[in-house]
């Protein structure tokens, strides 16, 4: 017939004596030191029956419980104060306060922890394995997924289009233009070409082709008073039946 034994795992002396003091319901500030004692040395000797190998800090432990009860064990020197007694076991409880504070702290980090494992993030650059698109489309058909679309494409903004007409004005053809102002007549106010023109690319062009024909000395170009009317008038106009460029 073969035994098993269960002993429970302790990360270190101060947590066995913690166990102790729990089980035991032992006030921490007044530690009965020769029955610890007794439960910390029994614990070690089933330890080491069961060949467990003993930690130094477990053997230290033992020591100081021990030093501390023959400590209690003295007689104590006669004072007429008591409170300059130092217990012997005030370094030991100092000690379990403290471990005891951590301990808390590392569970309350473990339970932390355990919540937190229950939370899975969105993985959106990895889709997840095994993802079957008909447990979810499985009364989908292609008739309503049309339907669908065709809700959507409505709701949709509805764009507009615009139709833009290329306007071609060459500088030749605005040459031949006002050339042909001056085929019954020697000068002309600027306005009355201007007045001919329908927009912005034809005012720029034509302003060009002026300036070419100022250039070619074909017009002279006249201003009497500032502000006043611009006049063009013929220069050494040659007769030219030129087909403007198109």
């Known amino acids: 017939m073969s035994y098993n034994v269960k002993l429970e795992i302790f990360e270190g002396p101060l947590d066995l004596l913690l166990f102790f003091i729990k089980r035991d319901e032992i006030n921490i500030y007044d530690i009965p030191i020769a029955h610890i004692t007794r439960e910390y040395l029994d614990y070690l000797n089933i330890m080491q029956s069961l060949n467990f190998h003993l930690a130094g800090e477990f053997i230290l432990m033992a020591a100081l419980l021990m030093r501390i009860k023959v400590q209690m064990l003295l007689p104590q020197p006669e004072t007429e104060e ?104 020697s000068r002309l106010r600027f306005n009355e070409i201007v007045k001919r023109l329908t927009n912005r690319l034809e005012v720029v062009v034509t302003f060009i082709a002026i300036l070419e024909l100022i250039k070619a000395a074909e017009i002279k170009v006249t201003q009497k008073t500032l502000f006043g009317d611009i006049w063009l008038a013929r220069g050494n106009m040659v007769e030219s039946d030129v087909i403007a460029n198109t």
């Open 82 to 185: 008591i409170n300059e007694i130092e217990d012997p076991r005030t370094e030991l409880v100092q000690m379990l306060v403290e471990y005891q504070k951590y301990k808390a702290a590392s569970n309350l980090l473990a339970q932390l922890q355990d919540q937190q494992s229950g939370y899975f993030p969105v993985m959106i650059d990895n889709p997840a394995q095994g993802f079957d698109p008909e447990l979810f489309l499985s009364d989908v058909n292609l008739l309503e997924l049309g339907l669908v679309l065709s809700r959507m494409m409505k709701k949709l903004p509805e764009k507009r289009y615009f139709d833009i007409e290329t306007i071609k004005v060459t500088i030749s053809q605005q040459m031949q233009f006002i050339r042909s102002f001056f085929t019954k007549r």
